[in-house]
T-cell receptor, first 112, second 112 residues
Framework: GENVEQHPSTLSVQEGDSAVIKCTYSDSASNYFPWYKQELGKRPQLIID?????GEKKDQRIAVTLNKTAKHFSLHITETQPEDSAVYFC???????????FGTGTSLTVIP | DSGVTQTPKHLITATGQRVTLRCSPRSGDLSVYWYQQSLDQGLQFLIHYYNGEERAKGNILERFSAQQFPDLHSELNLSSLELGDSALYFC????FGYGELFFGEGSRLTVL
């Protein structure tokens, strides 16, 4: 199956600072790259996604960048707030969507 | 509320037993994915069904099986349970087997 590597596994930042989480994937046919946020005790929810025909997508304080040549994509959170504390998962599903593998997750802690 | 319903929410059983977890996808969604999330672990892709047909298997043990019924609900059967099977089991649905996954609240299985 798809190999999705995610780094770092844990990340602590001061409130107001930026956070960056990186993922690499192995299937060059992948063309859809979502990011999910899972708050403690809750279900994962999509926060942003990008398709391979664009290099960057922004939604308020979050952004995702994609480098298809290098097969990696990153999540950027600016002006972090305590409510951003959660586990974040990247994914790189197969181009058919049949196999939907997630990265290992990054536990983000925003320190007030 | 994602519109995906999972039952039971909690289940406690003994080693060697068999359990069935049920998932009702969002209305109209044809795809159902199953994931296992152990304590402090990521989302392990188990299996994907689309409109009643198995589309992909991930890291699913032979003791586990699943099916999707004509009304599109799905069941995950776990047999010969071991202590290590204790985990949170999520199902997620999507309209076409691609794009955003909508997760249920999960079924927490404890094997004693």
């Amino acid at each position: 199956g798809e190999n999705v590597e995610q780094h770092p596994s844990t990340l602590s930042v001061q409130e107001g600072d930026s956070a960056v989480i990186k993922c690499t994937y192995s299937d060059s046919a992948s063309n859809y790259f979502p990011w999910y946020k899972q708050e403690l005790g809750k279900r994962p929810q999509l926060i942003i996604d990008i398709r391979s025909n664009v290099g960057e997508k922004k939604d308020q304080r979050i952004a995702v960048t994609l480098n298809k040549t290098a097969k990696h994509f990153s999540l950027h959170i600016t002006e972090t707030q305590p409510e951003d504390s959660a586990v974040y998962f990247c994914a790189a599903p197969s181009n058919t969507g049949n196999q939907f593998y997630f990265g290992t997750g990054t536990s983000l802690t925003v320190i007030p | 509320d994602s519109g995906v319903t999972q039952t039971p929410k909690h289940l406690i059983t003994a080693t060697g037993q068999r359990v069935t977890l049920r998932c009702s996808p969002r209305s109209g969604d044809l795809s159902v994915y199953w994931y296992q999330q152990s304590l402090d672990q990521g989302l392990q892709f188990l299996i994907h069904y689309y409109n009643g047909e198995e589309r992909a298997k991930g890291n699913i043990l032979e003791r586990f099986s699943a099916q999707q019924f004509p009304d599109l609900h799905s069941e995950l059967n776990l047999s010969s349970l071991e202590l290590g099977d204790s985990a949170l089991y999520f199902c997620a649905s999507s309209p076409f087997g691609y794009g955003e996954l909508f997760f249920g609240e999960g079924s927490r299985l404890t094997v004693l």
